[in-house]
């Protein structure tokens, strides 16, 4: 197992959990492997499907994530395939003959494909080792990826009853885990649960304030990395597309509202790495297999806490640090309940209680890593993480938050009381929104405040000492706590039950201030190895356009570094070097040493 780890693949050793998964494969017992994304799922089917006598069939979900996969195996000089639609002819009638001839370590198939008459049959005839299902949560109804193609495979087990199946997946709640094992007909299957920390992803929840600002503060600390924005509506992936475009950023756009073909351009524009940032919704997901996405920034909250884990994992899947940043508003909860509608079924009564604990996430002061770990079950074993926005120390908590609580409260009172006293009866809510609440708590005249005679109000200038920017934040938490609300068209505040019961002294509530953003890994002063990385980078993405392959084909951004610190500059050392096996010594070593060589001569003039 080792030797083959090292030959093909380059690696020393297993990733956590790794060896154990693997080995349960090569005994041929069933089993369902629960790792995060980037937790080395793939290696857990691949290591034993070359080690095993056979073939092992390996489902996925779509063509573009095989064709990539397939690449990558051949890469490692290892003998893959897969049939699908989009396959020549010439090498369908070739991959038939292979499969035949048991020359096959690995053959994908969609799902569809795999469970069709004819192929059924000749899979019958050749060898199967085993069946691999990947993104095996596509095959639950409660999971957030169902795939209809996916429930075929309920009768795999009865076409073949003697072949073990293994089952990946980095959705970890109870009811998908059980649906994939009664699913399949797992048979008393080994459950492995691999590690939930993402130990080199930063998390940071902010409240968003002014979202073009907060996102080129984001984009600034990674010029010329791959990094995903993540938007709710459509609408919205256009606009901030459009303004990052403006800006100069190479931004291309991914929503379900573009067609197939301009989708798929998106989609390799960022894989090839000719774009740095894809806007998209919730659509772009399951077919990036770009391993150094280096930030996630979600621009608004995500549904469910599940949706944001799957999609915040996509950055750093090859370990290098990376950060995930989501901002959120007290109004994303009411975007999302619009878009869900009023719940009906039971399902939709989840979705909505999904919806509220996510929200509870974004407004908690409590360790994200702790927090993210505790939801699939783990323990946590840590103090703080340090790669927090908590543990860093960048959220404040306000110590009397109840009396600004009150103040904000009372503003909002007064301002209802004199529109109420103006236009006779009562009026709901206060007519103005947060920005006009806080500049007269701030004791600011600008906008309508002296105009309407808020000016004169009791309550102005009761927060002077504030920043209007934070009042309005705090704002926007007290809708968020349920004691200010937002009504009608124009969204503005009106006072809740528990709101008024606030002002006069019931209850409590926490607010808190966001500080600077601290860097959680003191910068590392090293520009020659940073100037050949570049190079390295440079390399790679030529070499991968010239072959018509994702660049992570050739070498990953982990293994670049590597190159980058060790350079080597004989083969020997070159496949010394982490993720360098046998095949990519032969066919890159002489020209990755040859930059390498070049920095070198570099190095020494300096
Ligand atoms: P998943 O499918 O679980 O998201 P992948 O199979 O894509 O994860 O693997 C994530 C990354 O980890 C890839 O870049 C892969 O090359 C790397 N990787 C996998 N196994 C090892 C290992 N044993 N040692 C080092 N890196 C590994």
Redesign the pocket.
């Known amino acids: 197992m080792y030797d083959v ?1 090292k030959r093909h ?1 380059g ?1 020393d ?3 956590p959990g ?1 060896r154990e998964a693997v080995e349960t494969v090569m005994r041929g017992r069933d089993s369902l492997v629960i ?9 857990t089917y691949q290591l034993p499907g070359v080690c095993r006598p056979g073939v092992a069939v390996v489902v996925s979900p779509l063509i573009a994530l095989m064709i990539d996969q397939v690449e990558g195996l051949r890469a490692n000089g290892i003998a893959a395939a897969t049939m699908n639609s989009a396959s020549e002819l010439a090498e369908y009638v070739d991959t038939r003959r292979d499969l035949r001839e048991g020359k096959l370590d690995l053959l994908y198939l969609s799902p569809e494909r795999l469970m069709a008459d004819d192929m059924v049959e000749l899979l019958r005839e050749a060898r199967v080792s085993f069946f691999a299902i ?1 993104e095996a949560h596509c095959i639950s109804h409660w999971g957030h990826d169902f795939r209809p193609g996916y429930r075929a495979l309920a009768g795999l087990r009865a076409r073949f009853p003697e072949i073990p199946i293994h089952a ?1 997946t ?1 959705t970890a709640t109870e009811a998908v885990r059980a649906d994939i094992v009664q699913t399949l007909g797992l048979h008393d299957p080994a459950i492995l649960v691999g590690g939930f920390d993402r130990p080199n992803l930063t998390y940071r929840v902010r409240r968003r304030t002014r979202l073009i600002d907060q996102i080129g503060e984001v984009l600034a600390r990674h010029t010329g990395e791959g990094g995903i924005i993540y938007c709710i509506r459509k609408a919205e992936v256009d606009e901030l597309c459009a303004k990052l475009v403006s800006l100069g950023h190479k931004a291309v756009p991914y929503h379900a509202g573009m067609t197939a073909d301009e989708r798929r351009k998106s989609q390799q524009a960022f894989s090839n790495e000719t774009a740095d940032v894809v806007v998209a919704t919730v659509a772009f997901g399951m077919g990036i ?1 770009r ?1 150094n996405v280096r930030y996630v920034l979600h621009a608004g909250m995500p549904k469910s806490v599940e949706h944001y884990l799957q999609e915040a ?1 996509r950055a750093g ?3 290098e640090p990376a950060e995930c940043v989501l901002l959120y508003s007290g109004q994303d909860p009411m975007v999302w309940r619009t878009i869900l509608g009023e719940p009906q079924s039971d399902a939709e009564r989840m979705a909505h209680r999904k919806l509220a604990e996510m929200y509870d996430v974004c407004r908690s002061l409590t360790c994200r890593h702790r927090y993210f770990v505790t939801y699939f079950g783990d323990a946590y074993p840590h103090d703080g993480c340090n790669a927090c926005d908590v543990c860093l120390g960048e959220n404040e908590v306000l110590g009397d938050a109840v009396t600004v609580a009150r103040k904000i409260l009372a503003c909002v009172a007064r301002i209802q009381q004199q529109r109420s006293g103006a236009r006779g009866g009562a009026p709901e809510g206060c007519g103005y929104g947060a920005r006009h609440v806080a500049e007269v708590l701030k004791g600011s005249k600008a906008g309508r405040v002296a105009q309407m005679g808020h000016d004169r109000l009791s309550t102005f200038g009761l927060l002077a000492e504030y920043a209007v920017d934070d009042i309005a934040d705090w704002i926007d938490q007290l809708v968020g706590t349920g004691h200010l609300m937002r009504l009608g068209e124009w969204r503005t505040l009106g006072l809740t039950a528990s709101g008024t019961a606030l002002m006069r002294g019931e209850g409590t509530v926490a607010l808190s201030r966001a500080v600077k953003t601290r860097p959680a890994q003191p910068a590392v002063d090293d520009t020659p190895s940073e100037s050949l990385f570049q190079s390295l980078r440079a390399l790679r993405r030529d070499l991968a356009a010239q072959r018509g392959v994702p660049p ?1 084909v050739i070498f ?1 951004d ?1 293994t670049l570094r590597d190159l980058a610190r060790a350079r080597p500059l004989t083969p020997t050392a070159f496949r010394a070097v ?2 360098v096996g046998d095949t990519k010594t032969r066919t890159l070593a002489d020209m990755f040493i040859a930059v390498i060589a070049s920095h070198a001569y570099d190095g020494v003039r300096a």
Do not use: I, V
Not at 35 to 43: A, D, E, I
């Open positions: 780890l693949w690696y050793d297993f990733l790794q790792f995060p994304t980037g937790g080395g799922k793939s290696l990947d990946c980095a297999d391993s994992g899947r090859d370990g992570y990953s982990a982490k993720g």
